[in-house]
């Protein structure tokens, strides 16, 4: 009933951009917290970025200034805006939910801790 299908990774070269999406199925109503998320080979998943549904973000530290957390509260859509990239940024991107209420179209339910299936970015010349 709840689904996060990420898109937009690829293959980009040092210091290009790209922008990637997290599309959250029509059953979900709401979402209180999107966020981004990594994992590079043979390392820990780690936070990219949050936002709520307040607009209020947060950030990997190192990530500030090259990466930008969006969203469409309407959409139940979540973006993530990367500039600057570089090949220490090639992970499998990861898209969560926290705090969803969701409907099966006859009853609603609350849930939590929501992943996608993640999508490959590549940072290489």
């Known amino acids: 009933q709840v689904q996060l299908v990420e898109s937009g990774g690829g293959l980009v070269q040092p210091g290009g951009s790209l922008r990637l999406s997290c599309a959250a199925s029509?059953?979900?109503?709401?979402?209180?917290?999107m966020g981004w998320y990594r994992q590079a080979p043979g390392k820990q998943r780690e936070l990219v970025a949050t936002?709520?549904?307040?607009?209020?973000?947060n950030y990997q530290d190192s990530l500030k200034g090259r990466f930008t957390i969006s969203r469409d509260n309407a959409k139940n859509t979540a973006y993530l805006q990367m500039n600057s990239l570089k090949p220490e940024d090639t992970a499998v991107y990861y898209c969560?939910?926290?705090?969803?209420?969701?409907?099966?179209?006859?009853?609603?339910?609350?849930?939590?801790?929501?992943w996608g299936q993640g999508t490959q970015v590549t940072v290489s010349s």
């Open positions: 969560n939910a926290l705090g969803v209420i969701y409907s099966t179209g006859t009853s609603y339910y609350t849930g939590n801790d929501y």
């Open positions: 029509r059953s979900i109503l709401s979402i209180s917290t």
């Open positions: 936002i709520t549904s307040g607009g209020k973000t």
